[in-house]
């Protein structure tokens, strides 16, 4: 006999359940409270990422447009060959120096065919408006076809960085009353010529190619090297960091035993994961520079010490990959008679590869925007000239996107810090499409059970 057979009853709720209890309401306005807290907190990180990326747009992209200087120019045999034999030896002799002379001279004659005069301004003055290394470059440019002297070629050089601010908004007439590198006059000649389409601004394509330039010449510098030995390292990280992170997450997660030594060995690759960044850089001067005495501020030094930084990173992300597979996949190959091989590399690998390669790609990306270990190394060098090609090209000097954006930002001229902003959003560019490739991968080949 139950207590409801002998006549007792349930006991009545003291209220009633559509009726919202004091304690329910403060359990839904904590709730709510938590809502909103997120909220706030996903705002100010996406106001802060706002604030800035219009930051280092407003301040970098002017970093891809370059002041150019067009005009008639003769290359008088008189000045660039005095002897008349055409000899490139012996018209090597010839510095930039001269050739600073024939573009002076040159753009004089112009102006003055133009009927452009401005009061106050000298010779030497507006020959100032041209780029120091306008004459580098014609130098080179003749010493390679000497037929060239003699005859009048249409130039376009670089303009001075003072007047490629100018167009620009950075450099102002009050600016120009305190600066020994302009005048205001000199800046009212610059209005003149680009009224005159002498003086015009366009797509800066050399950014993307000419080496780093001295403090001299800022408008001149450029992300050749940089590009080319971020290249060079990144795929050296990739060819050193993949195969021997993915074969040891395999042996790790699917063939070592279980005991103090696998235990010792994830325990170290989770705190290597967790080293700063600058011990690495430490440890590459140690053993790779200073005992194993591989040249300094190369690629493959840089390598090295990436791959060091890099491999912990995609042990951890590729034996997560391995272990979400589910174990019914593995028992169920093994009960068909595949062997333990057979089924990790016909059914465990194909399941995780999407992982894989999602971690692989952002560890890599992650490597790519690292400072700090290869500023310890050397490659923060002032580098001019362009690596070799590999295998040659790895051991010469180098530097990085990261060290670049470093070395420019710690210049004085305001130049040096438009292109510091330009490279970080050619930077950007590199991280945001890994990272969009990692996803394309990851819905490829993900599969679903």
């Not at 074969?247 to 080293?275: C, G, H, M, Q």
């Not at 030094?301 to 597979?325: C, D, H, K, N, Y």
């Amino acid at each position: 006999m139950t207590d409801i057979s002998a006549g007792g009853s349930f006991a009545r709720p003291k209220q009633s359940i559509l009726t919202a209890s004091a304690k329910m309401k403060r359990r839904n306005a904590a709730e709510k409270r938590f809502r909103a807290y997120g909220l706030v907190a996903i705002a100010i990180a996406l106001i802060t990422l706002a604030v800035m990326l219009f930051t280092i747009l407003r301040d970098g992209v002017s970093a891809f447009h370059q002041a150019t200087i067009s005009f008639p120019m003769e290359l008088s045999a008189e000045t660039l060959d005095p002897k008349g034999n055409r000899d490139p030896a012996e018209m090597a002799k010839v510095t930039t120096v001269g050739y600073q002379k024939v573009l002076s001279r040159a753009l004089l004659a112009h102006l003055e065919a133009q009927g452009i005069t401005q009061e106050g301004v000298s010779d030497k003055e507006v020959g100032e408006l041209i780029s120091k290394d306008a004459a580098g470059q014609l130098r080179a440019q003749v010493l390679a076809d000497p037929e060239l002297i003699g005859t009048t070629i249409d130039a376009t050089v670089l303009a001075a960085g003072r007047v490629d601010g100018f167009l620009k908004g950075r450099v102002t007439y009050q600016t120009a009353e305190r600066d020994n590198q302009i005048s205001p006059d000199q800046l009212r000649l610059v209005e003149q010529l680009q009224a005159a389409g002498i003086v015009t601004s366009s797509f800066n394509w050399t950014f993307f190619t000419n080496p780093d330039a001295s403090d001299q010449r800022p408008e001149a510098a450029g992300l050749g090297v940089a590009l080319l030995g971020s290249i060079y390292m990144m795929v050296m990280v990739a060819l050193m960091c993949v195969p021997v992170g993915v074969a040891a997450s395999i042996y790790l997660e699917e063939f070592a035993p279980k005991n103090r030594w696998t235990d010792a060995i994830e325990v170290n690759i989770s705190n290597l994961a967790a080293v700063p960044s600058i011990v690495f850089g430490i440890l590459g001067l140690a053993i790779f520079i200073n005992f194993a005495g591989l040249p300094q501020s190369s690629s493959l030094v840089g390598a090295l010490v990436i791959s060091l930084m890099t491999l912990p990173t995609i042990i951890i992300a590729t034996r997560a990959s391995i272990r979400a597979v589910p174990p019914s996949i593995r028992d169920a190959a093994l009960g068909v008679g595949a062997s333990k091989m057979q089924t990790v590399f016909h059914h465990v690998l194909p399941l995780a590869m999407p992982g894989i390669l999602t971690g692989t790609i952002l560890g890599l990306a992650s490597a790519l925007g690292e400072t700090a270990p290869l500023l310890l190394i050397g490659m923060v060098a002032f580098v001019d000239n362009y690596p070799s090609a590999p295998p040659e090209g790895v051991l010469d000097p180098a530097t990085a996107l990261p060290v670049q954006v470093y070395s420019w930002a710690s210049r004085a001229d305001p130049a040096f810090i438009e292109r510091s902003n330009g490279a970080i959003i050619v930077l950007l560019v590199f991280l945001v499409a890994m990272n969009v490739a990692a996803i394309l991968l990851r819905r490829r080949f993900e599969r679903r059970w």
